[in-house]
């Protein structure tokens, strides 16, 4: 599958996409608490997305699936890293952590972001472990700029997180975005040195106009996943806490990026 490039016009979509994102996140943010369970946060998020005339990108992906996500947004508690199904049975307590992720289409073009963050007062590992994290991304971030490749991204990303006595998790990885949720070029976290080739992802020359999602997952532990019976929660086979951020960027000509999943 080709890199799509998006264009000006595109682009205003995409941030008016990935700003519905952030507010659903951030509504979430601040209710995150003792007590609330998953499933109130995930309805939150869709009253957002809905007073916003978007639509909720997780809801039923992918087409087709005999095992389509049934909610708006994913919510990974502790050693579940990615993908955790709201429900209303299950309640966050002091100390945990949880990592948010949401998606959002809005006029066909989709928003993708998520955070990590403590549930009241939470231990010293598991605050070090987010910083680490979130500062993983910014470190990706900045590596997204025209001329670039993703491996840069990647490396980036490895070399910071691990240089820190932490886990990149291999087995997921960023992705472009656009008209689809999930689109060339991938993002891996991690790229051996000196390749050009990962596991049949070519690292792709960035240009103007590429739209994707930089997320950094990282484990206190062994980087090694398995995922849960219901299909879809994915878990540190260790048992360790672990942590994800993202972003949506688009390459711009000169600079930085612009991060399109901001308020």
């Known amino acids: 599958m080709a890199v799509i490039r998006k264009s000006p016009e595109e682009l205003?979509?995409?941030?008016?996409?990935?700003?519905?994102?952030?507010?659903?996140?951030?509504?979430?943010?601040?209710?995150?608490?003792?007590?609330?369970s998953t499933q109130e946060l995930d309805e939150i998020a869709a009253d957002v997305i809905r007073s916003h005339n978007a639509t909720a990108a997780f809801l039923g992906y992918p087409p087709g699936s005999p095992y389509p996500y049934p909610a708006t947004v994913?919510?990974?508690?502790?050693?579940?890293?990615?993908?955790?199904?709201?429900?209303?049975?299950?309640?966050?307590?002091?100390?945990?952590?949880?990592s948010l992720d949401c998606g959002v289409v809005y006029?066909?073009?989709v928003g993708d972001s998520a955070f990590t963050m403590g549930v009241g007062k939470i231990s010293d590992v598991a605050?070090?472990?987010?910083?680490?994290?979130?500062?993983?991304?910014?470190?990706?971030?900045?590596?997204?700029?025209?001329?670039?490749?993703?491996?840069?991204?990647?490396?980036?990303?490895?070399?910071?997180v691990e240089s820190r006595g932490y886990g990149v998790v291999r087995e997921y990885t960023g992705h472009g975005v656009g008209r689809a949720m999930h689109e060339e070029p991938q993002v891996p976290n991690w790229w051996p040195s000196g390749r050009k080739r990962l596991r049949g992802w070519n690292s792709v020359l960035l240009e103007p106009g590429i739209v994707f999602a930089i997320e950094p997952m990282v484990s206190v532990g062994k980087p090694a996943?398995?995922?849960?019976?219901?299909?879809?929660?994915?878990?540190?086979?260790?048992?360790?806490?672990?942590?994800?951020f993202e972003h949506t960027v688009a390459i711009t000509p000169d600079g930085p990026p612009i991060i399109l999943t901001l308020p």
């Open 107 to 109: 006029e066909g073009f």
């Open 127 to 160: 605050q070090q472990l987010l910083q680490v994290t979130e500062e993983a991304l910014y470190v990706g971030i900045e590596q997204a700029r025209a001329g670039n490749e993703t491996r840069d991204i990647s490396l980036a990303v490895q070399k910071y």
């Open 225 to 244: 996943t398995q995922m849960l019976d219901d299909h879809w929660t994915v878990v540190t086979l260790d048992g360790s806490l672990c942590a994800h």
């Open 74 to 98: 994913t919510a990974s508690i502790n050693d579940e890293l990615v993908h955790g199904i709201p429900c209303r049975d299950r309640i966050l307590k002091e100390g945990d952590i949880i």
């Open 12 to 36: 205003m979509i995409m941030r008016e996409a990935g700003r519905i994102t952030a507010l659903a996140l951030d509504a979430m943010r601040q209710a995150v608490r003792p007590g609330i």
